[in-house]
């Protein structure tokens, strides 16, 4: 049986929409902190002013690397990640390059992760792989995917951006986000050590509890209060409170 800390403890409140101001980010910080979450995920400039909201607080600073769509040289993205881990973030969530992926470059794709592996490991920080598993049609790259995060062993292996907009045949923009297909699959790919990040799509406690369930330990989610204030009323109190 979960309970409400538990369930708090899953959550990095995502903090990343482009047109979230100041005052929205510094919301979004209090709220985390009221909710007491895992962590926040800030977008990249918005770290030191995070790791400012939250000095007291025991909730995580993160932010993203190659954000949303994974397209920076891998040298950009290292000096991206350098910075914010120089600035207090202590979660890193980085997009893989898509189209190395879709090409089969896989000792880019390694290299990529190696290089952006090692100042996060230099500061004891925590590295999320985002697969966006929306642009890959196909199980074998996700399952690839989950080999070289095996390999380097990183410390999750995530779902999406949810950002990553596919065109449909109707002409309109959409985005599944976290599958119970995908979930699944990198559970059963990824290696015990490396944790599963579900984000995209979840937005009620019975979601969170159902992604729980296959193995997710961690859940990107803008809708933290939504899904807190139904743990609490499901679920009961804080443990302590």
Same mark, same amino acid.
């Given at each position: 049986? +979960?309970?409400?800390?538990?369930?708090? @403890?899953?959550?990095?409140? /995502?903090? =990343?929409? %482009?047109?979230?101001?100041?005052? #929205? *980010?510094?919301?979004?910080?209090?709220?985390?902190?009221?909710?007491?979450?895992?962590?926040?995920?800030?977008?990249?400039?918005?770290?030191?002013?995070?790791?400012?909201?939250?000095?007291?607080?025991?909730?995580?600073?993160?932010?993203?690397?190659?954000?949303?769509?994974?397209?920076?040289?891998?040298?950009?993205?290292?000096?991206?990640?350098?910075?914010?881990?120089?600035?207090?973030?202590?979660?890193?969530?980085?997009?893989?390059?898509?189209?190395?992926?879709? +090409?089969?470059?896989?000792?880019?794709? @390694?290299?990529?992760?190696? /290089?952006? =592996?090692? %100042?996060?490991?230099?500061?004891? #920080? *925590?590295?999320?792989?985002?697969?966006?598993?929306?642009?890959?049609?196909?199980?074998?790259?996700?399952?690839?995917?989950?080999?070289?995060?095996?390999?380097?062993?990183?410390?999750?292996?995530?779902?999406?951006?949810?950002?990553?907009?596919?065109?449909?045949?109707?002409?309109?923009?959409?985005?599944?986000?976290?599958?119970?297909?995908?979930?699944?699959?990198?559970?059963?790919?990824?290696?015990?050590?490396?944790?599963?990040?579900?984000?995209?799509?979840?937005?009620?406690?019975?979601?969170?509890?159902?992604?729980?369930?296959?193995?997710?330990?961690?859940?990107?989610?803008?809708?933290?209060?939504?899904?807190?204030?139904?743990?609490?009323?499901?679920?009961?109190?804080?443990?302590?409170?």
């Amino acid at each position: 049986m +979960s309970t409400t800390s538990e369930i708090a @403890k899953m959550i990095d409140h /995502s903090l =990343l929409h %482009p047109t979230l101001t100041d005052a #929205a *980010l510094k919301a979004g910080c209090e709220l985390a902190d009221k909710y007491q979450v895992a962590s926040v995920c800030v977008k990249p400039y918005a770290v030191p002013d995070a790791v400012t909201w939250l000095l007291d607080s025991e909730v995580a600073v993160g932010t993203v690397v190659g954000f949303p769509a994974g397209n920076s040289s891998i040298d950009i993205k290292v000096k991206e990640t350098e910075q914010a881990l120089q600035e207090g973030a202590t979660e890193i969530d980085m997009v893989v390059n898509l189209g190395k992926v879709l +090409s089969g470059q896989w000792n880019y794709v @390694k290299d990529e992760m190696f /290089s952006i =592996l090692e %100042p996060v490991r230099k500061y004891k #920080a *925590l590295l999320k792989v985002i697969f966006e598993n929306d642009y890959l049609p196909e199980d074998d790259l996700k399952i690839r995917l989950c080999e070289i995060c095996n390999e380097l062993k990183v410390d999750f292996a995530k779902t999406s951006t949810g950002f990553g907009f596919v065109k449909g045949e109707d002409g309109k923009y959409g985005y599944k986000g976290a599958t119970d297909h995908d979930l699944a699959l990198m559970r059963k790919h990824c290696i015990p050590e490396i944790q599963i990040k579900a984000a995209g799509g979840v937005r009620t406690l019975e979601a969170a509890l159902r992604v729980k369930a296959l193995g997710v330990t961690r859940i990107g989610a803008s809708a933290t209060a939504t899904i807190l204030d139904g743990a609490i009323q499901e679920l009961g109190p804080y443990d302590n409170y």
